[in-house]
């Protein structure tokens, strides 16, 4: 199995940033896409961003394009996920996720990170 341990969450004014990590560990990651989903109260879990590990190739929900940028680091395990221009309606608990290996995040995520709250004020 693939581990996710997913951090970097926490209280900004609107306009500011944050940095969410995750630490993956277990099988490897080549072939697979890693990713994050966000979830308000009360709203459905949707996509945010992806990667896929070896080609680096990006995906970005429209909400989020030329705010957010995925990332990844093949020596640490580790993916990314850099937030500018934070608006409140970013508010949501933020969830890393990996795919099966061949499959896309939105067809085959299989692990999920524990999640880390993102909470933006106006």
């Known amino acids: 199995q693939v581990q996710l341990v997913d951090s970097g969450g926490g209280l900004v004014q609107a306009g500011g940033s944050l940095r969410l990590s995750c630490a993956a560990s277990?099988?490897?990651?080549?072939?697979?896409?890693m990713g994050w989903f966000r979830q308000a109260p009360g709203k459905e879990r949707e996509f945010v961003a992806a990667?896929?590990?070896?080609?680096?190739?990006?995906y970005y929900a429209d909400s989020v394009k030329g705010r957010f940028t995925i990332s990844r680091d093949n020596a640490k395990n580790s993916v990314y996920l850099q937030m500018n221009s934070l608006k409140p309606e970013d508010t949501a608990v933020y969830y890393c996720?990996?795919?099966?290996?061949?499959?896309?995040?939105?067809?085959?995520?299989?692990?999920w990170g524990q999640g880390t709250q993102v909470t933006v004020s106006s």
């Open positions: 996720a990996a795919s099966e290996v061949g499959r896309s995040l939105t067809q085959g995520t299989a692990y």
């Open positions: 277990g099988r490897a990651l080549s072939g697979r896409r």
């Open positions: 990667i896929r590990w070896s080609e680096t190739t990006t």
